[in-house]
Nanobody
Framework: QAQIVESGGGLVQPGGSLRLTCAAP???????????LSWYRQAPGHERELVAQ???????NYADAVKGRFTISKDNSRRRVYLQMNNLKPEDTAIYYC???????????WGRGTQVTVSS
């Protein structure tokens, strides 16, 4: 399984911002453009939930809780997907995971997560 790696998490005050980055290796560069790319999060005591998604055609969707605050984007040439998080709230505290999948193919990669903590 190809390794994808998240970075950019940390501790931030309510109202602050963070940008998460997910990086994929060169070995899947030619395939990376075909992937649906997503950010998920899992808070303590909660199920893992979809936060944001971007498709190969640049279509995006967001969880209601983050609409207007979070923005997902990707750079195919750099094999990167980003999650810009603004106006962070304590409820956003979670481990954030990157996911890359090819729909209907069974190809499904997950990162190991990066911790985001929003606290005053």
């Amino acid at each position: 399984q190809a390794q994808i790696v998240e970075s950019g998490g940390g501790l931030v005050q309510p109202g602050g911002s963070l940008r998460l980055t997910c990086a994929a290796p060169r070995s899947i560069l030619s395939v990376f453009t075909q992937y649906s790319l997503s950010w998920y999060r899992q808070a303590p005591g909660h199920e893992r939930e979809l936060v944001a998604q971007i498709t190969d055609s640049q279509s995006t969707n967001y969880a209601d809780a983050v609409k207007g605050r979070f923005t997902i984007s990707k750079d195919n040439s750099r094999r990167r997907v980003y999650l810009q998080m603004n106006n962070l709230k304590p409820e956003d505290t979670a481990i954030y995971y990157c996911r890359a999948e090819i729909p209907q193919s069974g190809v499904d990669y997950w990162g190991r997560g990066t911790q985001v903590t929003v606290s005053s």
